[in-house]
């Protein structure tokens, strides 16, 4: 008869093997990202069994604040992967070296306008247009015309009626400011300040972040609230579908020159030792699956043209013919000198 103490020693012997070879079988993938970042659990728990993977999302702030605290730890990254970062903030993570180029195969499924640069630097994800969202209803009600334009907006008959995001604060309320910069420019008789000073004078309200504009002052999205125009995204309406009416309570204006374009990357971060899980991850965010259902879990569009739009995206959210696209290395050439000529004329 054998010893029982040598019998359990065996027991645990073969236990630890086996918790150590699944060790040796998984991986950890850290993901850094930001707080809006979402994905449906059913799409991304296929991706682990398939692939062995375990990925772990690290939520950071807006995508200005993740990709600071990725430039304060370039060289030991705070993840493998940063998923986010938009065409306001690109120039700035590549002129600190943050990621490890990589090319998916899944790119031939990209229109190559979304691709940034031959080197394939980062990986283009999805995209959505900055524009003037309004309440239907207060519209008809009010027998009010919509502004077909930036120029309308200082109009006296949407006096009090606009609410907008700190460019310095807010992701949107930056794309918003850069719309207006692309109209009005900054030297000449009437520049992007002249056009916010006017705004203001039209009682245009200034909200730190997009939540706050849209969920407290926005008449279709609060009962509080008085404002029936705020800065938000073409592909927002379809958040207010209404099952009663069988509609969306607002719509988008996407009048040439009334939208900037965000388009948000991905790159594998300099100095992880996961580069080939890593690619995995960035095929996997090409892929039909993650791009079908990106589209309403963060309200954006897919890059992969074989992705099909819900039925809901494609009745309510827009995409504009032209929306405005600025030179990613012209905008983090004076990011902050136009904000801050902003700052001094809207807010002191």
Known sequence: M???????????????TAIFARAQDTETLRVLTHDSFNVSEDVLTAFEEETGITVEILRAGDAGQVVNQSILAAGNPLGDVLYGVDNTFLSRALENDLFIPYQSPLLEN?????????????????YGDVCLNYDIGYFEENELALPDSLEALTDE????LLVVENPATSSPGLAFLLAT????GTEGDYTYLDYWTDLVENDVLITDGWSDAYYTYFTAASEDGTYPLVVSYASSPPVTYDEDLEAATTASIVAD???????EYAGILNGTEKEEVAQQFIDFLLSVDFQEDLTLQMYVFPVNEEAELPELFADYAQIPEN??????????????????AWTETVLR
């Open 2 to 16: 054998k010893s029982p103490i040598r019998f359990i020693i065996v027991v645990m012997v073969v236990l630890s």
């Open 110 to 126: 990209v229109d190559e306008s979304f691709i940034f640069d031959d080197a394939y630097s980062v990986t283009p994800i999805d």
């Open 157 to 160: 008959a949407y006096q009090g």
């Open 181 to 184: 910069i692309n109209q009005f």
């Open 257 to 263: 020159g009334t939208c900037f374009r965000q388009i």
């Open 323 to 340: 929306p405005v696209l600025l030179d990613v290395v012209d905008i983090e050439e004076n990011r902050e000198a136009w904000i801050e």
